[in-house]
Structures are given as structure tokens and as C-alpha cells.
């Protein structure tokens, strides 16, 4: 209840497992109900591709450990294209393979 107030949306995927989650306010957010396989395989889909930014800070945020806050432009499945800021922490094994991402999504065009 609290992240709903809060506007906040909440990502889970276990690389080690292959399950995922996402909550209902994270689906609101991004405009789009994913189920648990598309969380783990396609959630960059949702970026903004067509963004040199975006892609270009994914790939910085990505190198350094996939951890931290990143703001990020997203593009909704009727075209909308809104920023978002994702908060992510990634665990890594011994030989550096990410095995669990959580995550925190805010629609900052929303404040």
C-alpha cells in the first residue's frame, strides 16, 4: 500500500531461477500488464529504443554493476513516450554473473 501511494512500482528477477515479478502499480507505470516471462526476457522493451540517451545510459549503468538510480524514457504501447527513474540492485555470483535483480520504478513525468 505504501509503494502504491507513493506511486513507486517494483520489479523482481531471479537470472538464476527464471521467474519473475512485477507489481500491478509497475504495470501502470509502464503501460503494459507483462507476464512473469516477458518481466525476465523483454522488460527492456519497454525502454525507448530510439533514444541515443537511453540506450546509452543502460549500457553505462549496466557496466558498472547494474545497481543505483537511473532516469530513463520509456515508451508506453500507444506511443506515449514518459521518463522514469529506476532504482536497481543487482546481485552478482563470484565470477561477476548477475543472479538477482530488485527494483523500484517512479513516473517522474507524473511529478
Known amino acids: 500500500m ?7 512500482g517494483v520489479l523482481q528477477i531471479d537470472f538464476a531461477k ?3 515479478w512485477c ?23 519497454v525502454l525507448d529504443g530510439d533514444d541515443p540517451e537511453t540506450r546509452s545510459a543502460i549500457a553505462r549503468w549496466w557496466e558498472n554493476g547494474a545497481s543505483g538510480g537511473l ?17 536497481c540492485e543487482t ?3 563470484r565470477n561477476g554473473a548477475p ?4 527494483g523500484l520504478v517512479q513516473d517522474i513525468d507524473a511529478a
Open 71 to 87: 532516469d530513463l524514457r520509456i515508451r508506453r504501447p500507444n506511443g506515449e513516450r514518459r521518463w522514469i527513474r529506476l532504482f
Open 18 to 20: 527464471e521467474t519473475a
Open 23 to 45: 507489481s500491478p502499480e509497475f504495470e501502470r507505470i509502464v503501460g503494459r500488464t507483462l507476464t512473469a516471462e516477458q518481466v525476465r526476457t523483454e522488460l527492456w522493451s
Open 91 to 93: 546481485k552478482r555470483d
Open 99 to 102: 543472479y538477482r535483480l530488485a
Open 2 to 8: 505504501a509503494l502504491q501511494a507513493a506511486g513507486a
